[in-house]
């Protein structure tokens, strides 16, 4: 495995486990709408900062290029399909964070379900055809240097102190809803 891919498969563990305290918040039943309408907005933030820019700007700008570069089709198959499920994501983290404007719990937690299960999947396809196929034809100098331009993009758009923040979030909200 590559250092890019596998930096990759690190954030996506990251993120799965996010999306399980995800749906351990929607389901929790003792919270008040207030406490709830708090640990959203937290919640929304990473997906913004983390998922969104960072993560899928990885994906975008660096590894889905250096792949079409190396012969991948641009316009169908696996990488447009990957492009348009980060749309549809984000579409989902819109209606999200409307729906946490107008504190309507409803509509958060049946987007917020249908964002899981897309996440989930797309993860899945990723790391069973993408990363799959990226770690047999882009070769290790290759993908050190993909890795030290995520490093670059990661220091823009998250940058040190944040990237600390994000992880003692996710820390509380594990401990909060218990998930291990
Ligand atoms: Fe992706
Ligand atoms: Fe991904």
Sequence with gaps: ??????????????????????????????????????????????????????????????????LINNGF???DGPIAA??????????YIKVMSEAVECEDLTRFNDTAEEYRDLLKNHIEKEENIIFAMADKIIDDEAQD???????????????QGVHEKLHAMIYNWAEKFKVE
């Design 73 to 75: 089709q641009k316009e």
């Design 1 to 66: 495995m590559g250092k890019a891919t596998q930096d990759l498969r690190k954030e996506h563990e990251a993120i799965l486990f996010v999306l399980r305290i995800l749906y351990k918040m929607i389901t929790a039943n003792e919270e008040d709408d207030v406490d709830k309408l708090e640990y959203y907005n937290e919640l929304l933030n990473f997906l913004k900062i983390f998922v969104d820019r960072c993560h899928h700007g990885k994906e975008e700008n660096y590894l889905f290029p250096e």
């Design 82 to 91: 990957m492009l348009q499920e980060h749309r549809q994501a984000s579409e």
């Design 145 to 159: 240097c993909l890795f030290e331009k995520f490093e670059q993009h990661e220091e823009m758009v998250i940058g």
